[in-house]
């Protein structure tokens, strides 16, 4: 069975960090594309970042770019986003999703499976 659970969400104070955990289950994370998203309270889903299987080539939204890091740990099967100098903008609820069993790429309209997600507030 296919799953995704993520975690390390919570209360920041802006200019904090937080680490983002997605552990995979049911398949193994490193042949396939990983993308976290977030989805703040009455907006739309957004992408964030993601890494590719084959070049673990690695995609940024412009809002976040030079501040998080995604990063794959194939051993644990987990995905990280490192989240540093978080603004109050960043809150929002983060997700991740895979493109099992597709081709290890970061196409949105491949990301079969998604986690519940975990909730990050950035606020002082």
């Known amino acids: 069975q296919v799953q995704l659970v993520e975690s390390g969400g919570g209360l920041v104070q802006p200019g904090g960090s937080l680490r983002l955990s997605c552990a995979a289950s049911?398949?193994?994370?490193?042949?396939?594309?990983i993308g976290w998203f977030r989805q703040a309270p009455g907006k739309e889903r957004e992408g964030v970042s993601c890494i590719t299987s084959r070049d673990s080539s690695t995609y940024y939204a412009d809002s976040v770019k030079g501040r998080f890091t995604i990063s794959r740990d194939n051993a644990k099967n987990t995905v990280y986003l490192q989240m540093n100098s978080l603004k109050p903008e960043d809150t929002a609820v983060y997700y991740c999703?895979?493109?099992?069993?597709?081709?290890?790429?970061?196409?949105?309209?491949?990301?079969?499976?998604w986690g519940k997600g975990t909730l990050v507030t950035v606020s002082s």
């Open positions: 049911g398949f193994t994370l490193d042949y396939y594309g």
């Open positions: 999703a895979t493109d099992y069993p597709h081709g290890g790429n970061c196409y949105l309209r491949d990301m079969d499976y």
